[in-house]
């Protein structure tokens, strides 16, 4: 063996490090996606974490109704959102596929349902905000309708690039175990 300071061993120029065994190409794609995957939910449990603040405040009648409005309805089903993250979490240590499956069903059905009925229950008051300019509920002062179209457009974004990466890990760990079946 060389040493950084010493010679290099006797033999070799160096370029013998061709043999050398690789890390198979789906085993790093899947360290890679699940990473992105894990920042993807911490963002959505960032998220989903102010919308359970902003729905607590508003029952709970923590600050005036001025400062706070009630939540829409679709906030309410939105809350189911955090188990389609949990079970994709859960999925990671052993690649289990069943729960990475479950996970992108249910987000479907918990997490962008909500958010496409939500875009449509606000539509017609943010289209009275933007034709007339008036808004009936506030959020500190802000039109909740344009700050809640705010959430929901980051939080397409966050639900769709999970959705896409959890696909790529899916197809990921179905060629490894296509691999392991031909052996």
Known sequence: MAS????????TDGSDFEHRERVAMHYQMSVTLKYEIKKLIY????????????????????????QVAMPYQWEYPYLLSILPSLLGLLSFPRN?????????????LFSIAPLIYGSMEMFPAAQQLYRHGKAYRFLFGFSAVSIMYLVLVLAVQVHAW??????KLLDSWFTSTQEKKRK
């Open 162 to 167: 999970q959705l896409y990466y959890s696909k």
């Open 43 to 66: 963002v959505h449990l960032v998220l989903w974490l102010l919308l359970v603040a902003k729905m607590s405040v508003g029952h709970l009648r923590l600050l005036s109704h001025d």
């Open 4 to 11: 950084r300071a010493g010679p290099r061993a006797a033999g």
């Open 96 to 108: 289990n596929i069943s729960y990475l499956v479950l996970s992108m069903i249910s987000m479907g």
